[in-house]
């Protein structure tokens, strides 16, 4: 089945620091979203990104399509970061079906 | 707010109990999707819309879970007979053509006693 491996699983920072975050899924992909979930639970969108780079202010994210993964980059991390980071796709093999699958996430917490 | 909004925010029932979850996505899209979220865990798909048409289902959804979108706009989502095991965050989320990039809402909490 459809299989989408996130890590790290948790990740501690000191504010001001740098990280990477990253996401292997088994299959091709033509839809691939990066999610930032708050502490009420409401899902954020960060990326779309099937494929290439994007940069939005301090997150960037890369998709390399061709070898099954994707980064997403955060620098100068700030404790407003801090929550849970989903990486979700939509398998091409899936073919009609427009359901995104999701990773198990990464928890990143940014101290002060 | 143009977002995709749900109600209620929080549901406290007891076991046995029928609930109902509403979702509005955000105008004009066409499709519509079900998620449930329990603790430490991803989403995970429950149904999808395409208009009024309910097109896909998950296994997860059992025969005590129904939804439905009469008018291709709002959705419902009801669970007969509520379990223990329901307890959950209940996520709807919508998109629009081709590019399927989805727009959650903020969810309902599902607390089953």
């Known amino acids: 089945g459809i299989q989408v491996e996130q890590s790290p699983p948790d990740l501690i920072l000191q504010e001001g620091a740098n990280s990477t975050l990253r996401c292997n899924f088994s299959d091709s992909v033509n839809n691939l979203q990066w999610f930032h979930q708050n502490p009420w639970g409401q899902l954020i969108n960060l990326f779309y990104?099937?494929?290439g780079t994007k940069q939005n202010g301090r997150l960037s994210a890369t998709t390399v399509a061709t070898e099954r993964y994707s980064l997403l980059y955060i620098s100068s991390s700030q404790t407003t970061d801090s929550g849970v980071y989903f990486c979700?796709?939509?398998?091409?093999?899936?073919?009609?079906?427009?359901?995104?699958?999701f990773g198990s996430g990464t928890q990143l917490t940014v101290l002060p | 707010d143009t977002g995709v909004s749900q109600d209620p925010r929080h549901k406290i029932t007891k076991r046995g109990q029928n609930v109902t979850f509403r979702c509005d996505p955000i105008?004009?899209?066409?499709?519509l999707y079900w998620y449930r979220q329990t603790l430490g865990q991803g989403p995970e798909f429950l149904t999808y819309f395409q208009n009024e048409a309910q097109l896909e289902k998950s296994r997860l959804l059992s025969d005590r879970f129904s939804a439905e979108r009469p008018k291709g706009s709002f959705s419902t989502l009801e669970i007969q007979r509520t379990e223990q095991g329901d307890s959950a965050m209940y996520l709807c989320a919508s998109s629009l053509g081709n590019r399927n990039e989805q727009f959650f809402g903020p969810g309902t909490r599902l607390t089953v006693l």
């Open positions: 990104i099937p494929s």
């Open positions: 979700a796709v939509r398998l091409i093999s899936s073919g009609s079906a427009r359901q995104l699958t």
């Open positions: 105008s004009e899209h066409n499709r």
